[in-house]
C-alpha cells in the first residue's frame, strides 16, 4: 500500500536519534563537531532539494502528505476525529486498508515538525 512509500515522522525520528547518538559517541575519538555536522545536514534537508539535487525529508513528506492523505480527505476517506484528536480513515468495502491516524496522531505530527524544524514545509 501507499504507506509503505514513507516511514511515519516517529521511526524516522527515532532512527535520526540513534545515528546521531552513534555519532557522539565517534565525535570522542575524532576531532569532529558532530552537533554542528547534525545541525547543518538536517537544515539542509528543510530545502526542497539537498546539494545534489536530491529530495529532502521535507520535500518527501510534503509530496507524500499532499498526495496520499490531502487526496483522500478531499475524496471523503478521511476525516477529523476531535476524540483522538486525529484524521481517521473511513472504510470503504474492498478498499485496500488504510489507517490515516497511524501518520496523523499528535505523537506523528510533533516528529514530523521535530524533523522539520522551525523554518516548516511549503506546500
Sequence with gaps: ???SEIAKPSELLNSV??????????ENYVNIDI?????????????QSDSAGEPTIASRYTQWYS???????SAGHICFSN????????????A??????????????????ELLGPYGIKL
Design 1 to 3: 500500500p501507499e504507506t
Design 17 to 26: 536519534k540513534a545515528y546521531m547518538n552513534v555519532l557522539q559517541c565517534v
Design 35 to 47: 552537533t554542528r555536522v547534525f545541525n547543518n545536514v538536517l537544515l539542509q534537508q528543510t530545502q
Design 67 to 73: 498526495d496520499v492523505l490531502l487526496r483522500r480527505v
Design 83 to 94: 476524540t483522538l484528536r486525529s484524521f481517521v480513515s473511513l472504510s470503504a468495502e474492498g
Design 96 to 113: 485496500i486498508p488504510f489507517n490515516a491516524e497511524e501518520f496523523t496522531d499528535p505523537t506523528e505530527l510533533r516528529s514530523l515538525a
